[in-house]
């Protein structure tokens, strides 16, 4: 089966609020696919109709080639909100086993599932800890482990990152990869651009309950964002120096400001030493360099008219 | 189909969280054993089985009088009249009548006697006079002291009549005595009356009746505990943030209900049998539990019944609840009045008679009522039958009504 999930035309609303409106798209298997949008953009209600929890007001949702609120497709289906959804009073693996029984696991084979994710999410040896006396990124681990418990074939991570530092992102990164490698097909929601460009392969922009754009993080900054800019910084400027480079410029942008070079660019990796090696020639010492890349945030705004955080 | 994994899931973390709560524990094993232990040595204290012994003032001026049956012999009765081995007066000898008036007064005796000059003379030739104070420290001791005056008196008639008549018929001709005795007998006592206590069988021992609050604090614990685990079933895990992870489980709303009634099952037996041997082994309670009579084996079928009914109840009560602080409260407060209200912990024939009707018409009180009837008043399997169907059916109702309850919560707290 080579799409996991199809979303078609699906609409959500609570009375005569829209929370979802009109969209549409496909999951391909072993894809890391992101929902990119600001909180109210409608990602974790699609989540929620996505799992099972809830259902759409129109449109079908396909997991698996199977309706998720049925009690064999949601086995298939590991979700992660954005909320901890552990019990304080018992300890991690209380918690897991708990959950893994959901999943149709018990006794031994249970037991050893779960000390295995404890070691996953680096939570080993505070397996036997009440989770009252966990932190914020220890609690975000867990939820992690819960949510890959049943051994999913579509893992859907609802803002796993929201609130931690950034070493605790980092390591919810790595998880994610290691499962990525593993071949599990991922939908994160996420409001962190960074997060959607260096985990995706595929983003869908969302807001306010549409879905706005979608493509590869390159695909969609080429075709939204605005063009990388060769900041320049230099010791001596010859005026002769800019006339050469224009040339290697996006629409021949050069902007000058004392002794700072703002080259507008299609392609910075291809033309930055070219321009480099020009300025050399023309007898410029270079004090600094900086390359400026359009960002999902750019494409947002672009589309928007708004910040992804406000 | 309904997944074992699952529900034991459910069974094994819901008694997890009970039994490592403080607050549930307080409330469902600690409160209910306290309640019995109260019980037990406040409203039924161990002397309430003894005969009480009344303070009583005497005055005699009948001293030194020869006759058989005067004033002194009068007090040395007194002193040494017992009821099944307790004195029944404790005796305060006064020279002063206004002394010992003002002492009845201030509530420092029950009551008091004057003995007037030539009482033993009078008794033994004719009539005397004896005046009789009675006390009233409050409303029922001025009742009780006043039988018990009254009845001395009488029986100190009766005696004197009998030995009067005695030595009577010494001086009778022998072919009329038997005639001359029957009359006497009859002026002397014209009714010869047996008075028989006839006690309700529960009532009578202090065991039986610590028996009876046993199970009724059991009762009230049921009431508000079940309440609480239906009404919280739902609104416990939405509070918490986990009800949506749980419904994106593969686990079926069936399944949760089954497990966590199951849980709630589990944690009542355990506290009814935590209730039962504190009531039994700390303070005595009669309870009989035994199993070569079949009706015995209705007790754990009616303890089911009324978990289950109030499981069900709590879960109809959750539709008005919003929190879970809400509906902790509100089960809570609905159980205790309820125990009180409907009979389950305090006796019904002492509520009025609207109240009394409610109690006659709440099927946990049959259940509850059936068990104690077979635990303490020992009664048969077709006297209680009746209250075991009418629970059983009740319970089927509202068990029913609160599944649909807790299926529309589900549904509404998914959207939310």
Same mark, same amino acid.
């Given at each position: 089966m080579k799409y996991v999930l199809k979303v078609e035309n699906v609409v959500k609303k609570f009375g005569d609020k829209v929370? &979802? !409106? !009109?969209v549409s798209f496909s999951v391909k298997r072993g894809e890391v696919y992101s929902l990119l $949008? =600001?909180? $109210?953009?409608g990602k974790t209600t699609l989540m929620s109709m996505i799992a099972g929890i809830i259902e759409p007001t129109e449109g079908k949702i396909e997991v698996l080639g199977g309706d998720p609120r049925e009690s064999s497709i949601r086995a298939k289906i590991g979700y992660c909100p954005q909320e901890p959804v552990v019990y304080d009073n018992l300890t991690g693996l209380e918690n897991l086993m708990f959950y893994a029984g959901l999943y149709g696991l018990s006794g031994r084979e249970a037991k050893r599932k779960c000390n295995e994710l404890l070691e996953f999410v680096g939570l080993g040896e505070y397996g036997k800890k009440p989770v009252r006396t966990y932190s914020g990124g220890m609690m975000k681990r867990l939820n992690f482990a819960i949510a890959i418990i049943g051994d999913p074939e579509l893992l859907m991570l609802d803002e796993p990152t929201t609130g931690m530092d950034p070493r605790a992102r980092r390591s919810v990164w790595e998880l994610i990869e290691k499962l990525r490698k593993e071949g599990k097909t991922i939908i994160l929601a996420t409001h962190y651009m960074e997060e959607a460009d260096v985990l995706s392969d595929r983003v869908a922009i969302m807001d306010l309950g549409r879905k706005v754009a979608e493509g590869t993080p390159e695909e969609l900054k080429k075709e939204y964002g605005p063009r990388a800019v060769v900041n320049i910084e230099l010791v001596k400027l010859k005026p002769e120096a800019i006339e050469s480079i224009k040339r290697y410029a996006s629409e021949g942008r050069v902007m000058v400001e004392e002794n700072l070079l703002r080259v507008h660019v299609e392609d910075p990796d291809e033309v930055t030493p070219m321009i480099i090696s020009e300025l050399i020639k023309h007898g410029c010492r270079l004090n600094a360099l900086r390359v400026s890349r359009p960002t999902l945030e750019d494409v947002f705004l672009k589309l928007t008219g708004r910040r992804l955080i406000e | 189909m309904i997944r074992w994994s699952a529900v034991k899931a459910f069974i094994v973390k819901e008694l997890l969280e009970v039994f490592r709560s403080k607050e549930i524990m307080f409330w469902m094993i600690a409160w209910p054993i306290l309640w019995v232990l109260l019980s037990a040595y406040i409203f039924v204290p161990p002397s309430i089985e003894q005969p009480m012994t009344l303070d009583i003032g005497v005055i005699n001026h009948d001293i030194g009088s020869q006759a058989p049956m005067n004033g002194t012999y009068f007090i040395e009765i007194l002193n040494t009249t017992e009821y099944k081995g307790v004195k029944l007066f404790r005796i305060k000898v006064y020279k002063n009548e206004t002394k010992m008036i003002e002492d009845i007064r201030k509530g420092r005796l029950d009551g008091g006697f004057i003995i007037p000059k030539k009482f033993g003379e009078n008794v033994t030739m004719g009539q005397t006079k004896l005046k009789v104070y009675i006390g009233a420290r409050d409303v029922q001791s001025a009742q009780i002291t006043n039988a018990i005056l009254r009845g001395f008196v009488e029986g100190m008639n009766k005696m004197i009549s009998l030995i009067k008549i005695k030595e009577t018929l010494k001086y009778i001709p022998k072919n009329v005595r038997e005639f001359v005795r029957s009359w006497s007998l009859g002026i002397a006592m014209p009714i010869n009356a047996t008075f028989v206590e006839v006690k309700p069988k529960v009532l009578m021992s202090r065991a039986t009746i610590i028996g009876w609050f046993t199970i009724g604090a059991l009762g009230m614990s049921m009431l508000y505990s079940g309440l609480s685990i239906g009404s919280l079933m739902v609104v416990e895990e939405k509070d918490r943030g986990t009800l949506k992870r749980l419904l994106a489980s593969p686990m079926t709303s069936t399944e949760m209900l089954v497990g966590k009634t199951l849980a709630g099952l589990i944690s009542l037996a355990v506290m009814s049998l935590l209730v039962i041997v504190a009531g039994h082994v700390m303070c005595g309670a009669k309870i009989i539990w035994n199993p070569?009579?079949?009706?015995? *084996?209705l007790v754990p079928l009616l303890l089911i019944v009324v978990a289950l009914f109030t499981i069900g109840l709590g879960s109809l009560l959750s539709l008005i609840t919003r929190s879970v602080r809400g509906a902790s409260a509100l089960s809570t407060i609905l159980g205790l009045m309820l125990s009180f209200l409907a009979g &389950? *912990?305090? =006796?019904? *024939? %002492? %509520?009025p008679t609207w109240i009394q009707a409610f109690a006659d018409f709440f099927p946990a009180t049959w259940a509850i009522d059936a068990i104690r009837e077979i635990m303490v008043y020992e009664l048969e399997m077709k006297e209680v039958m009746f209250k075991v169907a009418g629970s059983i059916v009740a319970t089927v109702v509202v068990y029913g009504l609160g599944v649909v309850a807790y299926k529309h919560l589900l549904r509404k707290y998914a959207e939310a």
């Open positions: 929370a &979802v !409106n !009109n $949008g =600001p909180n $109210g953009a | 070569t009579r079949l009706e015995h *084996w &389950v *912990w305090f =006796p019904k *024939w %002492m %509520m």
